[in-house]
């Protein structure tokens, strides 16, 4: 009989202690794996600036630019996935996707690309989709800028 009493102590005892570590509170809403927050977008729209092929199109080598459109690219997929529900993201998400989608069909990346004043028209808007994107994230509601 004691060790009976005994094993239901050792069970309810941590049952008890379980039981107090819960609140009315709820758990903190945590971003799912993979989800992006407008202000992390913000952030990464910001750091995309600073590369030279946003700052100075005109004064680059366009094939040198494929890394940065490369990064364009995954950007403006988390773009489009946050389009899904702030809705003022797609047409920018739309204009940066014709862009690299430009400078990838004229063959900017490449050294021999056929028409300077072609690669410079994307650049130019890329340049403007980015801009776009980042002022239209200051606007949102939850984005701190």
Same mark, same amino acid.
């Given at each position: 009989m004691r060790i009976r009493r005994f094993s239901l102590a050792l069970i309810a005892v941590p049952l @008890?202690?379980?039981a107090g570590c819960g609140g009315d509170d709820p758990a903190p809403t945590q971003p799912k794996p993979g989800e992006v927050s407008p202000e992390a977008l913000l952030t990464k729209a910001t *750091? @995309?600036?600073a590369d030279p &092929?946003?700052?100075?199109p005109e004064k680059q080598r366009f094939w040198l630019c494929e890394k940065y459109v490369t990064q364009l690219g995954s950007f403006t997929g988390t773009v489009n996935k946050l389009a899904e529900t702030f809705v003022a993201l797609r047409e920018p998400g739309q204009q940066l996707r014709a862009g690299i989608d430009g400078y990838r069909g004229a063959g900017c990346e490449a050294e021999s *690309?056929? $028409? *300077? *004043?072609? &690669? @410079?028209?994307q650049l130019d808007q890329l340049k403007?989709? @980015? $801009?776009t994107v980042r002022t239209r994230l200051r606007e949102a509601p939850t984005a701190t800028g």
């Open positions: @008890l202690a379980m *750091a @995309l600036t &092929c946003f700052t100075a *690309a056929p $028409d *300077a *004043a072609i &690669c @410079l028209r403007a989709g @980015l $801009d």
